[in-house]
């Protein structure tokens, strides 16, 4: 059933997942990181507290984020601005890089070309070595996004995530969404993402704002 048949069922209740990423965070480099990942930057930390004031529009009741480092301390300074809870799950965090943590893309590329041309061909069913698919993420980080869904039903949320999760959360507003083609929805550090949820039914309402 589409959207059009599911509301015209009768009036839904609403639930709003405010949706971000952490950032920007030090990375000079330019390295593939996961968790426990790297700090928030000076500017990310203001960054983040510019999010907050964004996101109080929406009357948010709890902030929730991965247990990794810039996810944590942005999840602590988002909840202190707004006055409300926070949490840490380790089902958000980023797709763990496992051999390839802490290398530059041009260093994967050179020392593991065939994985990488893996890699280009199905981008959601590869794991580096000893790392995680994009698939394997959304196994882990949806049913948690679930839980909070129906935690706060009629109410507001903020996720901090980060590029994976994010794009599971959106695919549980647009489930046509294949896991191929995430990347097709950029998700920018420290703008907010608004989907709402009515049952079981999301919508993507705005995209980094």
């Excluded at 790297?38 to 529009?57: C, F, T, V």
Aim: proline residues 7%.
């Amino acid at each position: 059933m589409g959207m059009l048949g599911h509301f015209l069922k009768g009036p839904k209740t609403k639930t709003t997942l405010l949706l971000t990423r952490a950032g920007p965070v030090e990375n000079p480099a330019g390295v593939l990181y996961s968790h426990p990942g790297l700090d928030l930057s000076p500017e990310g930390r203001n960054a983040m507290r510019a999010l907050a004031e964004k996101a109080r529009a929406f009357l948010p009741v709890a902030v929730y984020a991965a247990d990794s480092r810039a996810e944590a301390e942005a999840a602590r300074i988002a909840a202190e601005a707004l006055g409300v809870p926070h949490a840490l799950y380790p089902e958000l965090r980023e797709r763990a890089w496992g051999a390839w943590e802490g290398l530059r893309f041009e260093e994967v590329r050179a020392r593991w070309p065939e994985a990488v041309a893996e890699w280009t061909a199905c981008e959601a069913g590869f794991a580096p070595p000893g790392g995680e698919s994009v698939a394997q993420v959304w196994l882990r980080s949806q049913p948690r996004l679930r839980q909070l869904l129906a935690k706060h039903q009629g109410k507001a949320f903020l996720v901090i995530g980060n590029c994976t999760v994010n794009r599971a959360a959106l695919a549980l507003a647009l489930p046509f969404l294949p896991m191929d083609e995430g990347l097709r929805l950029e998700q920018d550090e420290a703008r907010l993402t608004v989907l709402e949820f009515y049952d079981d039914q999301g919508l993507l309402k705005a995209l980094n704002l």
